[in-house]
């Protein structure tokens, strides 16, 4: 930790960018007119322990600097708290900030944060725990359980195309039933996605309308267990058609051949059921002034 009293900053030094932009992070802030503590971290133990302190202290704003999976861990801990999260975007895909408007570029971000507006947008819940962008079975759970971070580090994105082109050939389709307020459906797919974003996989759009701000999740179902369907449906949303099976408050998942891999926001676990929910206007996020969730 840097002795001062400046708002904190926490950055995850183990993301794609996170080492390498530190130091020019607190100086770019500075000059911006935002004085910081940082602290670089290694890992969500010693993120956690930092936000949960400023939490306690009814600090109002947090900047915290790393992947999607950082801000989505940082979230579980802000949510429903009366402090901001500042969004630093310094992983591969980005995913979270793209859906708020924050540039991807560090002079851009930083001006975001330097003029302090503020929005309340929606989180999801998996089982209980917080994400931000989706949560993943199937193919993409499986890509994200194989990626290293040092592939991801230097391949940037085009490391899921690198990896899924190993792991797509010998991929199995899963069993699942999932069911919503109104729907249910009983499927036979490659790939499942719940988004509670616009954006899921960097620059990938969930589905039309999809935004932050619905109060809605986006079931997203990929083909009907062929390959060949798998890539057609993938590839056509890919260009900006439609994957899109419904929309919920709540939904639940369940696998009929057992506990299968899930991926939420990059973290990869087993789970056989899961019950999701969208949680409204539970983050305060620092944004563009003109921030529309809507637009985006």
């Keep these: 930790m840097t002795?001062?009293?400046?708002?904190?900053?926490?950055?995850?030094?183990?993301?794609?960018?996170?080492?390498?932009?530190f130091t020019g992070v607190v100086a770019?802030?500075?000059?911006?007119?935002?004085?910081?503590?940082?602290w670089a971290v290694e890992s969500p133990e010693e993120a956690e322990a930092v936000l949960r302190a400023e939490v306690a202290r009814g600090a109002p704003l947090v900047i915290v600097g790393g992947g999607d999976g950082t801000l989505s861990h940082a979230a579980g801990?802000?949510?429903?708290?009366?402090?901001?999260?500042?969004?630093?975007?310094?992983?591969?895909?980005?995913?979270?900030?793209r859906?708020?408007?924050?540039?991807?570029?560090?002079?851009?971000?930083?001006?975001?944060?330097?003029?302090?507006?503020?929005?309340?947008?929606?989180?999801?819940?998996?089982?209980?725990?917080?994400?931000?962008?989706?949560?993943?079975?199937?193919?993409?759970?499986?890509?994200?359980?194989?990626?290293t971070p040092d592939l991801k580090r230097r391949l940037?994105?085009?490391?899921?195309?690198?990896?899924?082109a190993k792991v797509l050939w010998r991929h199995r389709p899963l069993l699942l039933?999932?069911?919503?307020?109104?729907?249910?459906?009983?499927?036979?797919?490659?790939?499942?996605?719940?988004?509670n974003g616009r954006y899921v996989a960097g620059p990938l759009r969930a589905a039309p309308g999809a935004s932050v701000a619905d109060r809605r999740l986006d079931v997203l179902a990929f083909g009907?267990?062929?390959?060949?369907?798998?890539?057609?449906?993938?590839?056509?949303?890919?260009?900006?058609?439609?994957?899109?099976q419904f929309t919920a408050r709540q939904v639940t998942v369940r696998s009929r051949g057992g506990p299968t891999w899930v991926s939420v926001d990059g973290e990869v676990r087993r789970a056989g059921k899961l019950t999701l929910a969208v949680r409204p206007r539970a983050l305060?996020?620092?944004?563009?002034?003109?921030f529309d969730a809507r637009r985006v």
Excluded: C, K, M, Y
């Design 3 to 21: 002795a001062g009293d400046g708002v904190t900053l926490i950055v995850n030094v183990r993301s794609r960018r996170g080492r390498e932009a």
């Design 28 to 38: 770019r802030l500075g000059d911006a007119g935002v004085a910081v503590t940082p």
């Design 77 to 97: 801990i802000l949510t429903r708290t009366g402090t901001a999260l500042g969004v630093l975007p310094l992983g591969s895909g980005n995913t979270f900030a």
């Design 99 to 147: 859906s708020v408007g924050v540039p991807l570029d560090l002079a851009g971000a930083v001006q975001v944060i330097a003029a302090g507006h503020r929005a309340e947008v929606d989180v999801g819940l998996v089982n209980g725990r917080v994400f931000l962008n989706s949560v993943a079975l199937g193919l993409s759970a499986g890509i994200a359980r194989t990626l």
């Design 156 to 164: 940037g994105l085009l490391a899921w195309p690198v990896v899924g």
């Design 177 to 195: 039933d999932v069911t919503g307020e109104t729907e249910h459906l009983r499927l036979r797919t490659h790939q499942l996605l719940v988004a």
């Design 224 to 244: 009907d267990g062929r390959l060949v369907s798998l890539l057609r449906v993938g590839l056509g949303w890919a260009a900006g058609g439609r994957a899109q």
């Design 284 to 290: 305060t996020v620092l944004v563009p002034g003109d």
